[in-house]
């Protein structure tokens, strides 16, 4: 049984660019969140999609945006991107959203380098 | 609003000593929480979880924590440290009504031969 699975492990960008960072789910989940770790600091919510919608939103600039696909698979979209965006950059897969505690599995994440 | 806040960014301790690193809430409502580990270069692996069946809740790799709602606390502990222990813990809240977890800023512990 396949988990979580991310693409790319690793990247680098210039300032300015786009990114598209992808994400597969552990089998039989339906729901995926992102999150954004900066070095030295634990994860932060960027959002979740469930039924191909957006659920639930962290504090994030309208700069990142997301799809989930039918097969649950989701991405994750950088537009012009900044320094600060330099993170690992998680994926988590769960089943029905989080509102009875179900555990959230993570992928091994993408590492952005924004130059 | 629900936070997390982890005492000690830093924990070192003896191979073979108690590992203890602590984990405080803030939550309106009675939450769910949970102790992850990420080891470097990886993501994140559940350790355990706190879903209110039980006080005292046992995890893989000998850990365990114990919910302590007077405390708000949720310190997770290990009776003997073994120098695969080494990674960064991060401890998370999650409020029942709620579909996004909160995590700690996380704590580093390094396990001294």
């Known amino acids: 049984d396949a988990g979580v699975t991310q693409s790319p492990t690793h990247l680098i960008k210039t300032r300015g660019q786009q990114v598209t960072l992808r994400c597969s789910p552990k089998?039989?989940?339906?729901?995926v969140s992102w999150y954004q770790q900066a070095l030295g600091q634990g994860p932060q919510f960027i959002f979740q999609?469930?039924?191909?919608?957006?659920?639930q939103r962290g504090n994030f600039p309208d700069r990142f945006s997301g799809h989930q696909f039918p097969n649950y698979s989701s991405e994750l979209n950088v537009n012009a991107l900044l320094l600060g965006d330099s993170a690992l950059y998680l994926c988590?897969?769960?089943?029905?959203?989080?509102?009875?505690?179900?555990?959230?599995?993570f992928g091994p994440g993408t590492r952005l380098l924004v130059l | 609003a629900q936070s997390v806040t982890q005492l000690g960014s830093h924990v070192s301790v003896s191979e073979g000593a108690l590992v203890l690193l602590r984990c405080n809430y803030s939550s309106s409502v009675p939450p769910y929480l949970f102790w992850y580990v990420q080891y470097p270069n990886q993501g994140l692996q559940l350790l355990l979880k706190y879903t209110s069946a039980a006080t005292l809740v046992k995890g893989i790799n000998g850990f365990e924590a114990e919910f302590k709602k007077s405390e708000t606390s949720f310190h997770l502990t290990k009776p003997s440290a073994h120098m695969s222990d080494a990674a960064e813990y991060f401890c998370?809240?999650?409020?029942?009504?709620?579909?996004?977890?909160?995590f700690g800023s996380g704590t580093r512990l390094s396990i001294r031969p």
């Open positions: 998370a809240v999650l409020r029942s009504s709620a579909s996004k977890i909160i």
């Open positions: 089998s039989g989940h339906d729901t």
């Open positions: 988590a897969s769960s089943l029905e959203g989080l509102a009875g505690g179900e555990t959230q599995y």
């Open positions: 999609y469930y039924e191909e919608e957006e659920r």
